[in-house]
Structure formats: structure tokens, C-alpha cells
């Protein structure tokens, strides 16, 4: 079965510096991964995915991702956080194959400062 | 393009009373996915369905239940609720193909008392 873990329930940062918010997972074979944000009373947009190639993956709001299958990582990173983007991030990873449930992590809450 | 639409937005009910959500996917999406998201615990795969069919349940008790219609719009039941319920229950949509990702409502926040 496959897991996710977000190890940073929260993540504090100044506005205009730069973000890293980490995820790992578990699963036996190349996983499907997503970054979603959810926005307080709001439900979850998808920021970006990794299906196959490329293993740094460009989002949308000027976040990227990058998978590491050496250390089954997809870490999200943004060069400047902006007071907007203070919300909650959900990594995801799902599998291939019909039975696709995707599984979330608890989910990292960041706070910008100004 | 309408999103994933979900009613009602709030609902507050007594503990022991029965609950119905429901959600409309975005067209042309076949699977409805549902997800309790309480307090600190990240979101808790629910329910799966498909074509009409229920594919896969999570961890759940089976006073949890529900349908899918033939126009893929989906229905959550909640028997005998207790405190516990209390959440944000989220409504997400896939179309056919599996590799793509979901696509989320707002939710429905339920409060047991």
C-alpha cells in the first residue's frame, strides 16, 4: 500500500523568501505525484503533478517540485512566498492501475510573515 | 467549464440523526471520489465510485454509504451520526482515464452535536 508523509506540520516563512515544504512517499513502483493547495473554508487545487520524464515539474503560482526516486521525494519549492500563499499544501501520490485511490498527507500549514 | 459542485456548504445535525451530501462532478468525469477531512488528521478516503458502481471504501463504518446516479452526480450517506463526524467532508471527480488527477468541491462542513 502505498503512504505519504509530510513530516513539517507547520512551516513558518517571511514574505519575499524562498520555500521548501517536503514530502515522502511509499509505493513499489513509479508513482503518480501531486501538490495541492487548499486555502482556508476552500477545497483542494491542484498546483502541479509528476506523471513520468522530466523529474522537475513546473506548477502553477511560480511552484515547482522536484522527484527524487533515490530518496522517494517529491519536495515542493517556490523562490518567494507571497502573503497569498499562506494555506495548507497536501502531497499526494497515487498508483498505476485500476484501483487508483490516491493518498494524501496531513498536510503541511504554512504561515507567511510580513 | 462548472467545477465540482457540492450541497449543502454547512449542515449542523444532532448526534443519532442521518445525513445526505451531495455532489456533482464536472461533466464529462465518470469517478467520484469522497474524502472526510477532520481536524488534523488530513484528508480519509471514503468512498470510490465508478460508472455507477462503488469500487473501493476506506476504513469506515458502514453507516457510511453511498450511491453514484446514472449522470455520474453522487450521493454521501451518514447513518446513526455521531460526534466524531464532525468534518469537511470533500466531493473530488476524475474522468475516465485513472492517471489524472482529482478535481475537488468545496465541501460540505458537517456539525454534530
Known amino acids: 500500500a502505498q503512504s505519504v508523509t509530510q513530516p513539517d506540520i507547520h512551516i513558518t516563512v517571511s514574505e519575499g523568501a524562498s520555500l521548501e515544504l517536503r514530502c515522502n512517499y511509499s509505493y513499489g513502483a513509479t508513482p503518480y505525484l501531486f501538490w495541492y493547495v487548499q486555502s482556508p473554508g476552500q477545497g483542494l487545487q491542484l498546483l502541479l503533478k509528476?506523471?513520468?520524464?522530466?523529474?522537475l515539474v513546473q506548477g502553477i503560482k511560480g511552484f515547482e517540485a522536484e522527484f527524487k526516486r533515490s530518496q522517494s521525494s517529491f519536495n515542493l519549492r517556490k523562490p518567494s512566498v507571497h502573503w497569498s500563499d499562506a494555506a495548507e499544501y497536501f502531497c499526494a501520490v497515487g498508483a498505476k492501475g485500476g484501483s487508483y485511490i490516491p493518498t494524501f498527507g496531513r498536510g503541511t500549514s504554512l504561515i507567511v510573515h510580513p | 467549464e462548472a467545477g465540482v459542485t457540492q450541497s449543502p456548504t454547512h449542515l449542523i445535525k444532532t448526534r443519532g440523526q442521518q445525513v445526505t451530501l451531495r455532489c456533482s462532478p464536472i461533466s464529462g468525469h465518470t469517478s467520484v471520489y469522497w474524502y472526510q477531512q477532520a481536524l488534523g488528521l488530513g484528508l480519509q478516503f471514503l468512498l470510490w465510485?465508478?460508472?455507477?458502481?462503488?469500487?473501493n471504501r476506506g476504513n469506515f463504518p458502514p453507516r457510511f454509504s453511498g450511491r453514484q446516479f446514472p449522470n455520474y452526480s453522487s450521493e454521501l450517506n451518514v447513518n446513526a451520526l455521531e460526534l466524531e463526524d464532525s468534518a469537511l467532508y470533500l466531493c473530488a471527480s476524475q474522468p475516465r482515464s485513472y492517471n489524472s488527477p482529482l478535481h475537488f468541491g468545496n465541501g460540505t462542513r458537517l456539525t454534530v452535536t
Open positions: 465510485y465508478d460508472e455507477g458502481e462503488e469500487r
Open positions: 509528476y506523471f513520468s520524464g522530466d523529474t
